[in-house]
């Protein structure tokens, strides 16, 4: 957990569900997942054009900002959502850091 600014502690009214990828496959040797933690983060519906973890360019419609690190190849349940369709993979994922170097919060792009 990383110390976050008050103002921006602030504006983490919303919870999300993260579902981090497990070291498990499953018979068709795809990853499977945590059974999700909540976390406080703010959602922000903002498109843009990102690099995902490949290199590849593509579009975010959906920016997370949050306390606590997320995996990049985590799935996102957003608040009032209840399905397994309505999981967003992450896209991109940064620690933004400090000009005293400490990390301060991270985002995601969904």
């Not at 990383?2 to 919870?15: A, E, Y």
């Not at 909540?38 to 995902?52: E, Y």
């Not at 590849?56 to 949050?66: C, E, H, I, K, M």
């Amino acid at each position: 957990m990383v110390r976050v600014d008050v103002q921006l502690k602030g504006q983490l009214c919303q919870t999300v569900t993260v579902f981090e990828p497990s070291t498990a496959l499953n018979d068709y040797g795809e990853p499977t997942y945590s059974t999700g933690a909540a976390l406080s983060a703010r959602v922000i519906g903002r498109q843009a054009m990102i690099r995902d973890a490949s290199g590849q360019q593509v579009v975010s419609d959906r920016q997370l900002v949050t306390e606590s690190a997320i995996s990049p190849s985590a799935l996102i349940r957003l608040s009032g959502e209840s399905t397994a369709l309505s999981l967003h993979p992450v896209r991109a994922v940064a620690e933004r850091i400090t000009e005293r170097g400490a990390s301060d919060h991270w985002k995601a792009w969904l």
